[in-house]
């Protein structure tokens, strides 16, 4: 199943205002350098950060996040947490899930948590509810 991310209208538009921003300001000052600023900040945004979305398959959790994609597969998740941590990620919402896996951890933020963490659970069997968090059973 596919999950749309959840997107702060706060943090949506400090990110536009920063595009337009670097673009105003290239127009401004008539540099080529600018223009190329302004270029690498578009091409960071659509590149890296949008569009998300993740997708539960079979074997694995897939989060792609502009053209990149990440796969987990599910037996390496460890834990699967509620979090407001404002770290920096790839979530753009401060409503975020915390994937804890074998090689590392990874904020997210689906639109739809509940039907997430449902899902969630339901294929990764070695998790299982403690509280409102998902960990693995040991043993």
């Not at 979530?91 to 969630?120: K, M, N, T």
């Amino acid at each position: 199943m596919r999950y749309k991310a959840k997107i702060d209208w706060w943090i949506a538009a400090s990110v536009c205002i920063g595009l337009v921003a670097s673009v105003a300001v290239a127009a401004t000052v008539k540099a080529y350098w600018a223009y190329g600023v302004a270029v690498l900040d578009w091409a960071l945004v659509f590149g890296f950060c949008f569009p998300q979305s993740y997708e539960t398959t079979a074997t694995a959790l897939v989060i792609r996040a502009g053209m990149t994609k990440r796969t987990i597969l599910y037996s390496a998740i460890t834990a699967v947490r509620h979090s407001s941590d404002s770290r920096s990620a790839l979530a753009l919402s401060l409503d975020r899930v915390q994937i804890e896996y074998s090689s590392g951890e990874l904020l997210i933020a689906p639109q739809s948590q509940e039907a997430f963490w449902a899902d969630l659970e339901a294929r990764a069997p070695q998790l299982s509810r403690r509280g409102h968090d998902l960990v693995a059973v040991l043993g």
